[in-house]
């Protein structure tokens, strides 16, 4: 039960107190012979008076009428003299960093009845704190840290009306858990703001009392042996800014009411034994700067809502057993200057959005699973000092923008599947073999203790080796695709089916209440009941009446693409995808070529196109869709596409024609290999999926952009799939050009030019 004024760089707790002591007018040092009308500070220092020499404090103080004795770091030795605590008029007594010995007197406090303020910290003193100080009614701060006490506190201090700081830190003080129910403080003032007891040795369970004390602002309990729960009471703290209960015993759970707590800023909860769940309410605490919950035992994921505290300076939830993935919403943290979440379990990509956290100093995601390539935007963080990922599944290269981090001091990506040159400018000229090792595919210097890297020489040879059969590859990709495409517009159309007994049909019935129904309606019939294609779903029959309409439609048993990419008990290989994209292309082709008058879809999107038995794609939904007369390729329209989708014209000019479905075909070419919605909550302001996928294909490998389920750098044939899939990108690129005319031509998006 040791308070203090403020959380300061120990062991320099007496500056803090110093700082927020009361302000005193007619402070009188030596008898009342100096007088000010000025506020000063309480501790003062001997403006005037006689300087008292090195050595022994001179028994005649205590004769003299004093109000205050101020005599601190003078080298003071030996023992206090027992007159000095029977002044009967002194408020203030100040002898605190010196090397005075000795014990306290018992009487200590039955002749003070005047003293307010006793400061005995940083001595060499012993003993125990005698119950008499209890007896000095008008005591508001006592300061006893830093010496050599032993035994208990005594329960007098709670008689201690008036007091408002109480430290007795530092200490060789022991607690029993029978005196810790705040049975000595919980009667005091709810005045004290200031609670303070780190490295007091205290035992027993935390005061589940505390509540009472309800004009706290700061408690600092750490480094004792404190245990049993969190209490509920913590909730009626309305004041408290900071909580200091780290190095301590405490199970349990971290308790929502915390959230309840306007004002706090500082939450230390490290090294404890906390269980469960981090509270999501937390997240939604703007007033939180520092977040330490490290070594402890939670579970769960991390709050998504977490990362929405933009004002948040330091988070450390390391050496938990978290799991789930880094969110790209890291990269709101501005501010945020320490980052770590080392041995937990997290696993997924590392976000490269990473690289918006800029004030980092500090990022720790050591000892998980992590795996995917070291994000290249890494080298945007400018303050970092340290930085360690080892002990991970990582892949890829090292990225050479970390060689400008000019303050960068460690580095540790051991423990990895790295492969690559390891880059030797900036500081990695500073590092050793120790940042590296166990990564069997690096090469570089031989200070590293990695293989020397191939020789230009060498370097032509790999060219050879690997870059044309890459080359090639990609190219036996892009025929392989242009004669598929042929092959199958040289195919018989199907005959139409008729509807006959077994037979699975889908049927979609239309919300006659909603606005628009019959012409949607209208609109399918006209499509798809004269239309014929391999990748069209196919109509069977309809039913319609004044009071109901409906379609019958083929089954599609493999549900639709959307389906597949974000569900996740499916997924698709680059070749699948590959396939069903050419499935949409010849469907579009046909709509936009293949008829008298050209048709346009005006709603491409991935819950649009559905899968069969053999995973063939079908373009289906035509309620929105234009059958453009002959001769025209524009037409004005009210009908909107979906956002994301939509091409620019759509919705500032209400045109559409065969190239918005181009633009559309280009995103959802984007989505399907990125696995990311144009509509994801990423992609706000100025950032939108293409935007997104132009700027990472500049500024570095394809791996940053790609479904990190499709491609690793350790797959066999990965130069092969690199190639073919940023091919892919460029071309949706080329075909989502915001205008219509630098858009690429919509026979080349349809990969027959």
């Not at 009472?212 to 209490?231: A, M, Q, R, Y």
């Not at 075909?665 to 302001?685: A, H, N, Q, S």
């Amino acid at each position: 039960m040791c308070a203090h004024v403020e959380r300061c760089n120990r062991p320099h707790t007496r500056a803090c107190v110093a700082q927020c002591g009361t302000l005193w007018r007619n402070v009188a040092l030596y008898g009342s012979q100096v007088h000010t009308e000025t506020p000063v500070d309480p501790r003062g220092f001997l403006e005037s008076g006689p300087k008292f020499p090195q050595g022994a404090l001179p028994e005649e103080i205590g004769k003299l009428n004093l109000e205050k004795l101020s005599i601190q770091e003078a080298s003071l030795t030996g023992l206090i003299p027992f007159q000095i605590f029977n002044m009967s008029t002194v408020r203030i007594i100040d002898l605190g960093l010196n090397q005075l010995s000795g014990q306290l007197p018992l009487s200590l406090g039955l002749w003070l009845p005047n003293l307010e303020q006793l400061y005995l910290d940083d001595n060499k003193l012993s003993g125990i704190i005698t119950s008499s100080i209890g007896n000095a009614s008008k005591l508001t701060i006592l300061s006893l840290t830093t010496n050599s006490f032993t035994g208990s506190i005594p329960n007098t201090i709670g008689d201690l009306r008036f007091l408002r700081v109480f430290l007795a830190s530092q200490n060789n003080l022991t607690r029993e858990s029978s005196s810790l129910e705040l049975t000595s403080f919980g009667n005091l003032s709810t005045t004290l703001q200031r609670l303070e007891a780190f490295g007091c040795d205290l035992m027993g369970d935390f005061p589940s009392g505390i509540g009472n004390l309800s004009s706290l602002e700061v408690i600092t309990l750490d480094s004792n042996e404190l245990t049993g729960f969190l209490p509920e009471t913590l909730g009626r703290l309305k004041l408290l800014e900071r909580l200091y209960l780290e190095h301590n015993r405490l199970q349990g759970s971290i308790p929502n009411d915390l959230c309840l707590l306007n004002k706090l800023g500082d939450i230390y909860l490290s090294d404890n034994k906390l269980h469960g769940p981090i509270p999501t309410c937390l997240g939604e605490h703007k007033p939180l700067r520092s977040l330490y919950l490290d070594s402890n035992k939670l579970t769960g994921t991390i709050p998504l809502t977490l990362w929405s505290l933009t004002d948040l300076i330091g988070l450390n939830l390391s050496t938990n057993s978290l799991s789930g993935y880094i969110p790209l919403e890291i990269g709101r943290l501005k501010v945020i200057t320490q980052i770590d979440l080392s041995w937990n379990q997290l696993s997924g990509d590392i976000p490269s959005t990473i690289g918006g956290a800029q004030t980092l100093v500090t990022l720790s995601l050591a000892h998980n699973k992590l795996q995917g390539p070291i994000p290249q935007l890494l080298g945007d963080l400018i303050n970092l000092e340290f930085l360690d990922l080892s002990n991970n599944n990582l892949s890829g290269g090292i990225p050479k923008s970390l060689e400008a981090l000019r303050y960068l001091q460690y580095l540790n990506l051991s423990l990895n599947r790295l492969q690559g040159e390891i880059p030797t400018g900036g500081h990695f000229a500073n590092f050793t073999a120790q940042s590296f090792m166990q990564n069997e595919g690096l090469c570089g210097a031989p200070r590293f203790q990695v293989p020397l890297c191939r020789t230009s020489r060498t370097t032509n040879l790999d060219f050879l080796k690997y870059i044309l059969p890459s080359i090639a590859a990609a190219i036996l990709v892009a025929v392989l695709i242009f004669v598929l495409i042929r092959f199958r517009k040289q195919k018989k159309q199907l005959p139409p089916r008729t509807l006959s007994d077994g037979m699975t049909v889908a049927i979609k019935v239309f919300n006659l209440q909603a606005e628009g129904a019959f012409k949607s309606f209208n609109a399918e019939c006209e499509v798809m009941c004269n239309v014929r294609h391999r990748n069209l779903l196919q109509v069977i029959s309809s039913c319609s009446n004044v009071d109901f309409k409906a379609l019958v439609l083929e089954y599609m048993p493999n549900g639709s693409l959307e389906q597949w990419l974000y569900s996740h008990n499916y997924f698709l290989d680059v070749l699948q995808r590959l396939n069903i994209m050419i499935d949409i292309v010849s469907a579009m082709e046909y709509l936009h070529h293949g008829l008298p008058s050209p048709i346009v879809h005006c709603d491409l999107k991935p819950s649009n196109v559905l899968l069969d038995e053999d995973m063939v794609a079908h373009v289906g939904d035509f309620g929105i869709a234009k059958l453009l007369g002959e001769g025209e390729y524009m037409s004005q329209t009210k009908t909107l596409a979906t956002i994301g989708y939509m091409a620019p014209e759509y919705g500032t000019e209400g045109i559409i024609s065969t190239g918005g479905d181009v633009y559309s075909y280009g995103i959802l070419l984007m989505e399907v290999f990125t696995r990311k919605r144009p509509t994801d909550e990423m992609f706000t302001g100025e950032m939108s999926l293409k935007r997104w996928v132009s700027e990472l294909l500049h500024d570095g490998s394809v791996l940053f952009v790609v479904d990190s389920n499709l491609i690793g750098s350790d797959d066999e044939n990965f130069s092969a799939k690199e190639q073919c899939v940023l091919s892919v990108f460029h071309l949706a690129l080329a075909c989502s050009k915001d205008s219509p005319k630098e858009r690429i031509k919509h026979e080349r998006c349809h990969g027959y030019d």
